[in-house]
């Protein structure tokens, strides 16, 4: 991957293929060539929202994302989960990654991506569908 609208074009097609989003409100700005802004919302099977923020940078042909956050939440805009990668939670291992889970409860996290929250869905949405 050389451009960042490489990357932009590839997410939006995970987005397609995924058997969780039924549509994308996703927008993109491209700073340069290799470096970009994705903000917006996937709208998730079941009523649920998953709104997103990315600052993407490639490098060495590698997505890059310097900061990042993923919010899940229900019909209430009540949050399910939130991943992101402040460096605010130094007490968890993963720090800077870490997630937010619905009882307020930090939890350690891999470093997150679009395609890898929508993979996790159907742990976290087990208990509420």
Known sequence: MERVTEYFD???QQTKESGWVLNE???FREIDDKEGYIRGTLHIYGGFTLHVAEYIDIKEGYPKR?????????????LLA???NAP??????????HKHC?????????EMNIPRVL???????????
């Open 66 to 78: 310097y900061k990042y956050r993923y919010q899940l939440q229900d019909r209430a805009d009540t």
């Open 88 to 97: 605010h939670h130094q007490e968890i291992h993963t720090n800077p990654f």
């Open 10 to 12: 590839q997410l939006l």
């Open 119 to 129: 993979g996790e869905l159907d742990d976290v949405l087990k208990d509420v569908m």
């Open 25 to 27: 409100e996703l927008t």
């Open 102 to 110: 619905k009882d307020g409860e930090i939890a350690p996290s891999p």
């Open 82 to 84: 939130r991943w992101d």
